[in-house]
């Protein structure tokens, strides 16, 4: 079982940064990638970053350029460093973690970021 904690959103204005983290305890040992989904009110959860245990990363492309995902393994944590930010990157944002087991992925409760114009 893995627990995934999230902190850092809030209220930005656009152009500003904010760095998103994820801390992840439990069973961490069967962690495959880590990253982060976001959903905005109305439209379908999407993937916005995700990095796996070889370091390996993938961006959407509405983010690419602007986006980082990172991961520190000794402190278990995934960061998301959001530069540029825009209005349109006004989302909850979700930490997840893939793993090779039931229920083969766990969810954060989600942060809210938002992007005044």
């Known amino acids: 079982q893995v627990q995934l904690v999230e902190s850092g959103g809030g209220l930005v204005q656009a152009g500003g940064s904010l760095r998103l983290s994820c801390a992840a305890s439990g069973s961490i040992f069967i962690i495959n990638a880590m990253g982060w989904y976001r959903q905005a009110p109305g439209k379908q959860r999407e993937l916005v970053a995700l990095i796996g245990n070889s370091g390996s990363t993938n961006y959407a492309d509405s983010v690419k350029g602007r986006f980082t995902i990172s991961r520190d393994n000794a402190k278990n944590t995934v960061y998301l460093q959001m530069n540029s930010l825009k209005p349109e990157d006004t989302a909850v944002y979700y930490c997840?973690?893939?793993?090779?087991?039931?229920?083969?992925?766990?969810w954060g409760q989600g942060t809210q970021v938002t992007v005044s114009p």
């Open positions: 997840y973690a893939n793993v090779q087991v039931p229920p083969y992925g766990y």
